[in-house]
């Protein structure tokens, strides 16, 4: 087969823009294997083609995203889906902290945990201050016992 | 003195990096791969993948068969809402994911369009019928915006081939029936398709 004469009967655009026979399609992705020169041809024109659409591109109207969404979520088979995906992305980035789903156990939101680590912190903070100005506290009486044994002592 | 240098070193290049991975063309390959990815995660990843790369180059090749930027919006819904199911079909497909998805769209307007007509017959989704009466006729007469998009690319091409791309891409019309409908034989129909598409590949180079 000259796959040069082949190419240049146009079967390579019309794969691409759908306008080959189904009879077309199947002989094409029959030969696509054996000739890396008709895959070079695809992927050559598969680039133009992007590259245009690049070029000519419109942004869609305002909303479309949000009605995709609420289209999606009609339907019966893709709202599971959505709704799997949810508590996979929502597992996947850490959202809650995962407990096990048993009667003695609480589910705690992650925000706790930085909450308990500074309490935590603050806690031996103030145990410190406490026990330093105790020290202190302790230091200062033994100061005024001994100025007024002192005092005592020049008085008589 | 040191140590502030080789702060400044490890961001030029942390950002360095970053440049050059943002940068990275996506090949058709990995972002069949990305999608792959993605789907693994659910069809609604998948799909705001799809969206949030392709939709302004779906939606101006959906303007080619819409008469306005409304219906072109909402036919753009509706593809990417009937899409979810036939994703895993992308991954065995030999084209790229953006002409996999031009197809699939076009599938899907055309189902749409002949669905229209048989239940609305005389609506402006109907495809001509006389086909003959259009080979001289402006472009985009039934309102379609058949000016843009492809047939920008086709300027040059006389109004007659014009006029079978149009009948064979836009209303997804067969050779034979449009051979039959204008009088003139399947090998005249092929020959002029095949100087169109010429026409096209010539022009996007």
Redesign the interface.
């Known amino acids: 087969m000259n796959i040069e004469l082949y190419i240049q009967?146009?079967i390579v655009?019309?794969y691409?823009?759908?306008?080959a026979?189904p009879a077309e399609v199947a002989e094409f992705?029959r030969l696509?294997p054996h000739f890396p020169l008709l895959k070079d041809a695809?992927?050559d024109?598969?680039y133009?083609?992007?590259?245009?659409?690049?070029d000519?591109?419109?942004?869609?109207?305002p909303g479309?995203?949000e009605?995709?969404?609420a289209?999606?979520r009609e339907?019966p088979?893709?709202r599971r889906?959505?709704h799997?995906?949810k508590r996979?992305?929502r597992e996947a980035s850490g959202d809650y902290i995962r407990v096990e789903a048993s009667s003695d156990q609480i589910k705690v939101h992650k925000y706790w945990r930085p909450a308990f680590i500074v309490i935590f912190i603050l806690s031996k903070i103030l145990l410190a201050l406490a026990i330093y100005y105790f020290v202190e506290y302790r230091h200062a009486q033994k100061q005024i016992i001994q100025l007024e044994q002192q005092g005592g002592k020049k008085g008589g | 003195m040191s140590y502030l240098n080789d702060i400044i070193l490890f961001n030029f290049i942390y950002c360095k990096i970053y440049l050059l991975k943002s940068l990275t063309p996506v090949t058709p390959t990995n972002m069949k791969d990305i999608l792959k990815k993605a789907l693994s995660a659910g069809p609604a990843s998948a799909l705001e993948l799809l969206y949030n790369r392709y939709s302004g180059m779906l939606f101006s090749y959906i303007l080619q068969f819409a008469p306005d930027r409304t219906m072109a919006g909402k036919q753009l819904v509706k593809i990417f809402s009937l899409l979810g199911p036939r994703l895993p079909a992308a991954f065995d497909s030999q084209l790229s994911i953006y002409c996999w998805l031009q197809i699939e769209a076009r599938k899907i307007i055309l189902e749409y369009t002949s669905k229209n007509v048989n239940e609305h017959p005389g609506t402006d989704e109907q495809p001509g019928v006389d086909g003959s009466l259009r080979v001289d006729g402006a472009p985009g007469i039934d309102g379609r915006r058949s000016g843009g998009g492809y047939f920008a690319l086709l300027a040059e091409a006389p109004p007659e081939h014009q006029w079978v791309f149009r009948e064979l891409f836009i209303y997804g019309r067969q050779k034979e029936e449009l051979a039959l409908q204008s009088g003139k034989d399947l090998a005249y129909i092929s020959c002029t398709l095949r100087e169109c598409l010429f026409i096209i590949r010539k022009n996007l180079g």
């Open positions: 009967s146009g655009e019309s691409v823009l759908g306008l026979s992705e696509l695809l992927s024109f598969e133009q083609l992007e590259l245009f659409a690049i000519h591109e419109v942004p869609p109207p479309s995203r009605r995709i969404e289209r999606l339907t088979a893709v889906t959505i799997e995906e996979y992305r």
